[in-house]
């Protein structure tokens, strides 16, 4: 089984729904991230969490929220789908505390606003 | 704000040449440096890190970065590539000993020509 679990691998979505991907871990890391993956712009931070409690806007947070419902779970909505969100998404962790810095990533998941 | 440039989009390469991939980061305070490779359809893996001790740092496949302060950069080279390296490559900068997120470059596409 993947250390890092993302759920859906794909979705389709209209414009306006609410959708929510979800990120589990089975590392015992504190800190979990969500980035987005665009073409030609790499990965952009959206949320992360250094622990449950602990939640950062990244660099683009407009037009999502997250919760970290335990230190294993980690999910990301869109309230309102538009089709700029159509991306690859990345849920990814890091176990700063127990010395590992660097992150490790889940499959992506696909997501596309028509 | 702190930022990660890599300086080329994409790079060809003849199979067996020697190839440098280039990265560049804000800030000489503290870093931890990564890079990740992502083959097609696939997630993120790490290549390589450095955190601290010798400046020279081998990863896996044969790859291997320098961590000049000075210049702040953080240059993936191989002597050698092989068809298989066909990928994207990712720079990407922790700030602060650990106290700031993981944050990427735009990525630099490498393919091998045989």
């Known amino acids: 089984d993947a250390d890092v679990t993302q759920t859906p691998r794909n979705r389709i979505t209209k414009t306006g729904k609410r959708i929510m991907l979800e990120c589990s871990q089975t590392k015992g890391h504190d800190r979990m991230y969500w980035y987005r993956q665009d073409p030609g712009l790499g990965l952009r931070l959206i949320y992360y969490?250094?622990?449950?409690?602990?939640?950062n806007k990244g660099e683009i947070s407009d037009g999502y929220s997250v919760s970290r419902q335990a230190q294993a779970k980690f999910s990301l909505s869109l309230e309102s789908a538009i089709p700029n969100q159509t991306a690859l998404y990345f849920c990814a962790t890091s176990g700063v505390r127990q010395g590992r810095t660097e992150a490790f990533f889940g499959q992506g998941t696909r997501l596309t606003v028509v | 704000a702190q930022s990660v440039t890599q300086l080329d989009s994409q790079v060809p390469v003849f199979e067996e040449a020697p190839v440098e991939l280039r990265c560049n980061y804000s800030s000489s305070v503290s870093v931890y440096l990564f890079w990740y490779v992502q083959y097609p359809n696939q997630g993120l893996q790490l290549l390589l890190k450095y955190l601290s001790g010798s400046t020279l740092v081998k990863g896996i496949n044969g790859f291997e970065a320098e961590f000049n302060k000075s210049q702040t950069s953080f240059h993936l080279r191989k002597p050698s590539v092989h068809i298989s390296d066909t990928a994207e490559y990712f720079c990407?900068?922790?700030?602060?000993?650990?106290?700031?997120?993981?944050?990427f470059g735009k990525g630099t596409r490498l393919s091998v020509i045989a």
């Open positions: 990407a900068v922790i700030w602060n000993s650990g106290n700031t997120p993981l944050v």
């Open positions: 969490s250094f622990d449950v409690k602990d939640i």
